[in-house]
C-alpha cells in the first residue's frame, strides 16, 4: 500500500507509483505468460535516445500526471520536429509539430494509463518518453 500515490490498472498492466517511485507491470502477451517490471517514469528527464549523434535536450512534465503535459525542447533547431502521442499498445492516438520550445499536450480526452511520446526528426525518431496519467 503506497502513503501517498496511486495505482492505474489496466488490460495492459498495472502502474503504481508513491513519491517519486513508478513501476509499470506487463502483464505479459496476453495468454497469461511473462510479467515483466520497470522502474523510473520520474518526471519525464529520462530518456531513450534513438540517436546518438543529435543531443535532444527534452523534458516532459508533470509526470505521472492527471490531465495535461508539457514537452519543453531546448536549444534546437525546430525545423522537420514533430511528436506522436502513442497508447500503451502502440496505437497513434495524437500526431504533432513542435514549433516551440514549450509544447501543451492534453491528456484529459484519454483513460488513465501508460502512454508513450515519441520525438522525430525527418520521420526519424531521435528519443521517446514513456508517461503515465492517472485518475
Request: charge should be positive; avoid cysteine; aromatic fraction near 12%.
Given at each position: 500500500m503506497n502513503a501517498l500515490g496511486n495505482t492505474v490498472i489496466s488490460k495492459f498492466g498495472i502502474v503504481a507509483f508513491s513519491i517519486g517511485e513508478v513501476f509499470y507491470t506487463n502483464k505479459g502477451n496476453g495468454n497469461?505468460?511473462?510479467y515483466s517490471l520497470f522502474e523510473g517514469i520520474q518526471n519525464g528527464n529520462g530518456n531513450y535516445s534513438?540517436?546518438?549523434?543529435?543531443?535532444?535536450?527534452?523534458?516532459?512534465?508533470?509526470?505521472?500526471?492527471?490531465?495535461?503535459?508539457?514537452?519543453?525542447?531546448?536549444n534546437l533547431n525546430f525545423e522537420h520536429l514533430q511528436f506522436n502521442l502513442l497508447s500503451e499498445d502502440g496505437k497513434l492516438?495524437?500526431?504533432?509539430?513542435?514549433?516551440?520550445?514549450?509544447?501543451?499536450?492534453?491528456?484529459?480526452?484519454?483513460?488513465?494509463?501508460?502512454?508513450f511520446i515519441k520525438i522525430y526528426r525527418n520521420a526519424r525518431e531521435e528519443v521517446s518518453y514513456q508517461i503515465l496519467k492517472v485518475n
Open positions: 497469461g505468460n511473462g534513438k540517436s546518438p549523434k543529435i543531443k535532444l535536450n527534452a523534458t516532459i512534465y508533470p509526470n505521472p500526471t492527471k490531465d495535461y503535459i508539457y514537452l519543453k525542447v531546448e492516438i495524437l500526431q504533432s509539430k513542435i514549433e516551440n520550445p514549450q509544447t501543451f499536450i492534453s491528456l484529459l480526452p484519454y483513460p488513465a494509463g501508460a502512454y
